[in-house]
Nanobody, 115 residues
Framework: QVQLVESGGGLVQPGGSLRLSCAASGSIFRLTAPGWYRQAPGKERELVAGIPSGGGTNYADSVKGRFTISRDIAKNTMYLQMNSLKPEDTAVYYC?????????WGQGTQVTVSS
């Protein structure tokens, strides 16, 4: 059974950093088009960062220059490095990707930015 397992969330002060990880397990096939989304209370889920299948990266305007998405193909794992965190970054963060044409979501990890 294919699963995306997230880790790395938590409580951090404004200006701090966190690194989220998302590992694909249960498949020998590569995770493609990886992305990170987030959902704050009372808001819709939004794309934070992604690596499209055509290459390159894209980011929400609100996180450009602060967040970096990356991947380790050998480990079938993606990462989201989050720097200069702001209270408005508080949300549940979800990873997303495609394996053999099937889309998968992680279970979500809470990120809280507060003093």
């Amino acid at each position: 059974q294919v699963q995306l397992v997230e880790s790395g969330g938590g409580l951090v002060q404004p200006g701090g950093s966190l690194r989220l990880s998302c590992a694909a397990s249960g498949s020998i096939f590569r995770l493609t088009a990886p992305g990170w989304y987030r959902q704050a209370p009372g808001k819709e889920r939004e794309l934070v960062a992604g690596i499209p299948s055509g290459g390159g990266t894209n980011y929400a305007d609100s996180v450009k220059g602060r967040f970096t998405i990356s991947r380790d193909i050998a480990k079938n794992t993606m990462y989201l490095q989050m720097n200069s965190l702001k209270p408005e970054d508080t949300a549940v963060y979800y990873c997303n990707g495609v394996i053999l044409g099937q889309m998968y979501w992680g279970q979500g990890t809470q990120v809280t930015v507060s003093s």
